[in-house]
């Protein structure tokens, strides 16, 4: 089944041209609303036994304000829960065209599988009810059991006929490797019902090679290095050569890095290819049709011209996209993500075309 | 591999091992000999894993001085330093590995060094207990021959943790390097959560793990307290290099407060106190980007390494040709005399 966005024609006079696109914001379910939407089975059950998913903001205390931006606390709330102070801060206050939703709640994995699967309905039908319903502007990603396939591709058939949920949320890190045979029906039903595939920053996170960092800001600097084993994961275990059609959106990871990561997964493959005859092509050309990125947080070069450099090598024309990462303390503001020096084409693109391309989003919309 | 090699090199990476455990046991004291005769235990084979990839190389991994000059015969090198990985693949009880450290260590000491004065060491110490590691370097480090400190880059606990900096600052006092190798010991596994299935997957991410590295070394303070301290990444790559301080930079502008002792942006202890080798190099295949790519990583920081007898590729010899002669020059000899001075002078 193809998804196709629901547009009309657009009235000239009443519509505006889409330029602003924000690929990661973050709203938060407040609990009582989670535990309305459960089954008295699992309401008792957490009530009881709490979620058994460690928290890697327990590990790696943000040192400040909770990781959040400072003026983001609603009125007896918490930072991404009220609509009417996001719709303020964010979408009016930088016109923002669509916003995508990713909500965090159900991506860690180490509780039973019937909760994780019932959580992450309620996750979906809370972003329905609280925040597509109630904004046209707002887009969001589907959450789904992602450690229990099954229930996962489940998930995916129940949500997939409706539009606004335009992506499929993963996270970086999972029991097993992302690239892991496991995962692969949660992918295929993606690619199938022509969603992304987002992989956001987070999960949990354990030994990486090295062993566990001590401070919040070598663990927040290494998530664009987590996002390389994420990637190379599906690469190299052959998901993205066996689904031609997934199409995998990194977000929150930076996107500077991919360059040399392509260069060595090329060079890697060209010695070594014998071993993975499922890669019948140098791994950069399935990196650059099936892999999109966000900005958030963008690589700052010290010299800009470096930043159009990495552009070209790494293949991203057309394949980064604006995100804010709303609201969380290292939040970027449209009018300063770009460094000097991106042709108004490049911009244009980033900020809107090739989200708008890969989402089938409008290219207008209602001004009013 | 190049059909022509550069001479007259400062080789920063050159692989040795012991053929077996016969040219350590002499080394060992009796109790060592015993317990290696009565468990049966033997050294990881000498040769490259896997054993028939290309990467492994068409030579053998050199097992002594005889067979090291032959492979030198090519660069004829002013200097190589030796990279002997053997115990990455020993057992995890401290005290015998510390006893194989040792052993190595005079192995290297007597039938290399001792017989070619080209040849210049790197002290093997155990990762499973710091304290005999300092035990190892405080004899071997006022010997001028030995150029550095071997770690695998793959650990039990990332190197800026505390628990290494009695080795940093023996390493200091003696001005050796501290060189983080590519590999490690066996299910140090490049992931978050598991095991990888292809050696493709795991060799590309040697890579990875050095990026790890270098945020934990910089976070923790470690070049901030001694100013002596040096850090070479050998076989890990360098074009990661720009990007993730790029992040670095950004992130350490956001949450200073968090860590006060990293008084300076990572990047500016990054370029005081970290090289890196140039094999593999992994460089673009549009050529003329190689020129960009170590523009941004900064020639400087770079050490001209054959990594003798891996196969890498080509793109070390691209490298090579793609830059001018100011920076060829330094990165086969100026930057390695510069950062190890009088060791390899």
């Known amino acids: ?368 | 591999m190049p059909a022509e090699l550069p001479r007259e090199v400062v080789d920063c990476d050159v692989h040795c091992a012991p053929g077996s455990m016969d040219a350590l046991l002499p080394r060992l004291g009796d109790y060592w000999r015993d317990y290696v005769e009565d468990s049966t235990a033997r050294l990881p084979p000498s040769g490259a894993y896997p054993p028939g990839a290309r990467t492994s190389g068409a030579e053998p991994v050199p097992q002594d001085q005889a067979e090291l000059a032959a492979a030198l015969e090519r660069t004829a090198p002013r200097r190589a330093l030796l990279s002997c990985l053997t115990l990455d693949g020993v057992h995890r009880n401290p005290h015998y590995a510390a006893a194989m450290a040792r052993g190595l260590n005079d192995w290297m000491r007597e039938e290399l060094l001792d017989r070619d004065e080209r040849l210049r060491g790197s002290i093997a110490v155990s990762t499973l207990d710091i304290v005999t590691a300092v035990e190892e370097v405080e004899p071997l480090g006022d010997d001028p021959r030995f150029a550095q400190v071997l770690l695998p880059v793959r650990s039990d606990v990332p190197y800026g943790n505390r628990l290494y900096h009695p080795l940093y600052e023996a390493a200091a006092r003696h001005g050796l390097r501290i060189a983080l190798h590519a590999w490690g010991r066996p299910g140090a596994a490049p992931t978050t959560t598991g095991l990888t299935t292809t050696y493709l997957e795991d060799y590309a991410s040697n890579s990875h793990i050095a990026q790890f590295q270098l945020l934990s070394l910089v976070t923790e303070g470690v070049f901030g307290k001694d100013p002596d301290l040096g850090v070479v990444f050998a076989e890990c790559g360098f074009a990661w290099l720009p990007a993730l301080l790029w992040r670095f930079d950004k992130d350490w502008k956001g949450v200073w407060r968090e860590v006060p002792w990293v008084k300076e942006r990572p990047s500016e202890y990054v370029r005081r106190h970290v090289r890196l080798t140039t094999e593999p190099a992994h460089l673009p295949r549009v050529r003329e980007q190689v020129a960009q790519v170590v523009e941004a990583v900064g020639p400087e920081m770079l050490l001209y390494a054959s990594d003798h007898p891996h196969d890498h590729g080509d793109s070390g010899g691209a490298l090579l040709r793609e830059l001018g002669t100011a920076d060829v020059e330094a990165i086969l000899r100026g930057n390695a005399m510069a950062f190890y001075g009088q060791s390899v002078s």
Request: glycine letters at 6%.
């Open chain 1, 1 to 368: 089944m193809t998804r196709l966005a629901t547009q009309t024609a657009p009235d000239e006079a009443a519509s505006k041209a889409v330029t602003l696109v924000d690929c990661d914001i973050h709203p938060v379910m407040l609990p009582a609303e989670t535990s309305r939407r459960l089954s008295a089975r699992w309401r008792r059950h957490l009530e009881r036994y709490g979620r058994r998913s460690p928290h890697i903001t327990d590990t790696y205390p943000r040192p400040r304000n909770q990781g959040m931006r400072a003026d983001a606390w609603p009125e007896g709330g918490v930072p991404g829960s009220d609509l009417a102070l996001l719709q303020h801060q964010l979408l009016d206050e930088h016109d923002i065209d669509f916003g995508i939703l990713l909500a965090l709640h159900g991506s860690d994995g180490y509780d039973p599988p019937e909760l994780m699967a019932e959580l992450n309905r309620a996750v979906n039908d809370w972003l329905v009810e609280a925040w597509l319903d109630r904004d046209d502007r707002l887009r969001a990603s589907l959450c789904v059991p992602h450690d229990q396939p099954a229930l996962a591709v489940a998930e995916i058939e129940r949500r997939a006929s409706d539009g606004r949920f335009v992506q499929v949320l993963f996270p970086a890190s999972a029991q097993e490797p992302l690239g892991a045979r496991k995962y692969w029906p949660i992918y295929e039903a993606a690619a199938a019902h022509g969603l992304p595939v987002a992989i956001h920053t987070g999960g949990y996170y354990a030994h990486r090679g090295t062993g566990w960092p001590s401070f919040y800001l070598e663990e927040h600097a290494g998530y664009g290095t987590i996002m390389q084993l994420a990637l190379t994961s599906l690469v190299c275990e052959g998901a993205l050569a066996a689904i031609p059609d997934l199409k995998l959106v990194l977000t929150e990871g930076g996107a500077a890095w991919a360059a040399a990561l392509r260069w060595r997964l090329d060079e890697a493959w060209s010695l070594l290819h014998d071993e993975t005859p499922l890669l019948e092509r140098p791994p950069s050309e399935y990196i650059s049709e099936q892999v999109w990125f966000d900005t958030q947080p963008i690589e700052e070069p010290d010299d800009p011209a470096h930043f159009m450099d990495i552009i070209q090598q790494a293949d991203l024309t057309d394949r980064l996209m604006f995100a804010t990462d709303y609201p969380h303390w290292d939040f970027d503001s449209p009018t300063q993500t770009l460094p000097r020096g991106v042709p108004k084409e490049l911009r244009e693109k980033i900020f809107a075309g090739t989200a708008c391309d890969l989402y089938g989003l409008p290219r207008t919309r209602d001004a009013g």
